[in-house]
Nanobody, 123 residues
Framework: QVQLVESGGGLVQAGGSLRLSCAAS????????MAWFRQAPGKEREFVAG????????YYADSVKGRFTISRDNAKNTVYLQMNSVKPEDTAVYYC????????????????WGQGTQVTVSS
């Protein structure tokens, strides 16, 4: 079992930055691929960024490429999402997800999910 707890959400002005963190429980964090998804009101949950178990492979949604960076610290059982140059359309609840897999999936089929953290970008 893996428990995920997100933090770092909040209100930020357009063009600003925010860093989300996701702390994972368990001793096998380094065996999990991790991802961030987001869900805006009335919309489906969408993939934002993903990183494989070692951190050597990263994927991004086209809408955030060049602005967001996903990283992980396996010693701290934590994955991060650095959000720069944020836009109002980035407003959503952001979820951390974990999957015991060698690859990074862009589908919301992960085994474990956090409770989500709200990010609101004002124009």
């Amino acid at each position: 079992q893996v428990q995920l707890v997100e933090s770092g959400g909040g209100l930020v002005q357009a063009g600003g930055s925010l860093r989300l963190s996701c702390a994972a429980s368990g001793r096998t964090f380094s065996a999990y691929s991790m991802a961030w998804f987001r869900q805006a009101p009335g919309k489906e949950r969408e993939f934002v960024a993903g990183i494989n178990y070692s951190g050597g492979i990263r994927y991004y949604a086209d809408s955030v490429k060049g602005r967001f960076t996903i990283s992980r610290d396996n010693a701290k059982n934590t994955v991060y999402l650095q959000m720069n140059s944020v836009k109002p359309e980035d407003t959503a609840v952001y979820y951390c997800a974990a999957d015991r897999a060698w690859t990074v999936s862009k589908s919301p089929t992960y085994d474990y999910w956090g409770q989500g953290t709200q990010v609101t970008v004002s124009s």
